[in-house]
């Protein structure tokens, strides 16, 4: 019944490693984004895709490389993890195009780097 | 560039009403959302305004003015469960689907 689900809720990690984040939607939505929310709960958009095509890249270092198989799926990869790297990452879902853009959001994965 | 304001933090009593205001600086401007976030949860969609006026869902109302550059949330008949961050969020194109957000506002009730 879930709508957005993420996987892993938590993930605990040592510096310089790799880790993915999976996301799924089951709304039937053709619109997915990751956002990062920092220790001051400020939340920040990173990407978008719209059945699979990236629409919204923002200023993030290359170390992330989301990728999006289908339309129900947004994975966030991370290379090299860093210090600064330790937030909650929520994936989101939304139809584009209907007037009030509801973004239903997942969970969130609470990243800590040691 | 973007610039989104909220008060960092808000107290109110049980039963009383609160109102959360949001100024807003943006390029362009295409809608405005308001969001609620309980600790360690996600964010829920509370309401959304484009054209000027109030919006009245339930207990929520939220007003905005585009000239002014403003909106606010009016919380009514605060219930214990009301106590939560609320985000006020702009998107400035549409069907660009971005949304930009305010550092939020963390509302305490108190019996």
């Not at chain 1, 990751?34 to 220790?39: A, F, G, I, L, N």
């Not at chain 1, 799926?73 to 139809?95: K, M, P, R, T």
């Amino acid at each position: 019944d879930t709508a957005v689900s993420q996987t892993p809720k938590y993930l605990v990690t040592q510096m310089g490693n790799d880790k993915s984040i999976k996301c799924e939607q089951n709304l039937g939505h053709d619109t997915m984004y990751w956002y990062k929310q920092d220790s001051k709960k400020f939340l920040k958009i990173m990407f978008s895709y719209n059945n699979k095509e990236l629409i919204i890249n923002e200023t993030v270092p290359n170390r992330f490389s989301p990728k999006s198989p289908d339309k129900a799926h947004l994975n966030l990869h991370i290379n090299s993890l860093e210090l600064g790297d330790s937030a909650v990452y929520f994936c989101a879902s939304s139809q584009r195009l209907a007037g009030g853009n509801e973004q239903f959001f997942g969970p969130g994965t609470r990243l800590t780097v040691l | 560039g973007q610039n989104i304001d909220q008060p960092t933090e808000m107290t109110a009593t049980e039963g009383a009403i609160v109102q959360i205001n949001c100024t807003y600086q943006t390029s362009g401007f295409n809608g405005l959302f308001w969001y609620q976030q309980h600790a360690g949860e996600a964010p829920t969609f509370l309401s959304y305004n484009v054209l000027d006026g109030l919006e009245e869902k339930g207990r929520f109302s939220s007003f905005l003015s585009r000239s002014k550059g403003y909106s606010y949330l009016l919380l009514k008949e605060l219930q214990m469960k009301d106590s939560a961050s609320y985000l006020c969020a702009v998107r400035e194109v549409f069907g660009n689907e971005k949304l930009t957000f305010g550092t939020g506002t963390r509302l305490t009730i108190i019996p």
